[in-house]
T-cell receptor, first 114, second 115 residues
């Protein structure tokens, strides 16, 4: 039972372009939506996160857009760089669950060509 | 340096063998997690522990076992009952057992392969 669907599975972008990764969720109780970045052979690391009381959050070149009514959120990477090449995971969690249990999307492998 | 240490980095399992993956954290975090990562399937939760001497099954616990005897340690045993153990295993921890807003910090992972 996949509660967070992520697309595309892979993405190739030219340097300086915009990378867009989309996620959709089913559980309306989700109230925290982080994005994690993972480089090959490493563990994921938190990149940026949003709560549903705002529609957008920006940190440097990374922006999360959130659409509560559509139950969708997306990551935009502006001015994409080769160093951004990594796998990106969206995730979601709810205060109704114990601890900080996250439900992850399937991941998107981003390649930024020089 | 504070962080999560997973060992070994690579592990090979023979048929019918149990193997144990180590996860140690010096972040003084209460909660710890084990995930399995397969290509195209994201991270799937195996087990998690919110407090010492207590743990819960995640979504894919069959064929795995854990213990939490110390706050800083959360080893995962892949038993012979796990018929498809080849995967990248990730350990994570969070500061507090309550609240859904805590950041999960991950180790560098253990890649398990079957001989």
């Amino acid at each position: 039972q996949q509660q967070v669907k992520q697309s595309p599975q892979s993405l190739i972008v030219q340097k300086g372009g915009i990378s867009i990764i989309n996620c959709a969720y089913e559980n309306t109780a989700f109230d925290y939506f982080p994005w994690y970045q993972q480089f090959p052979g490493k563990g994921p690391a938190l990149l940026i996160a949003i709560r549903p009381d705002v529609s957008e959050k920006k940190e440097g070149r990374f922006t999360i857009s959130f659409n509560k009514s559509a139950k969708q959120f997306s990551l935009h990477i502006m001015d994409s760089q080769p160093g951004d090449s990594a796998t990106y995971f969206c995730a979601a969690s709810t205060d109704e669950t114990s601890g900080s249990r996250l439900t992850f999307g399937e991941g998107t492998q981003l390649t930024v060509n020089p | 340096d504070g962080g999560i240490t997973q060992s070994p980095k690579y592990l090979f399992r023979k048929e019918g063998q149990n193997v144990t993956l180590s996860c140690e954290q010096n972040l003084n975090h209460d909660a710890m997690y084990w995930y399995r990562q397969d290509p195209g399937q994201g991270l799937r939760l195996i087990y998690y522990s919110q407090i010492v001497n207590d743990f819960q099954k995640g979504d894919i616990a069959e064929g795995y076992s854990v213990s939490r005897e110390k706050k800083e340690s959360f080893p995962l045993t892949v038993t012979s009952a796990q018929k498809n153990p080849t995967a990248f295993y990730l350990c994570a921890s969070t500061m507090d057992q309550r609240g859904a807003k805590n950041i999960q910090y991950f180790g560098a992972g253990t890649r398990l392969s079957v001989l």
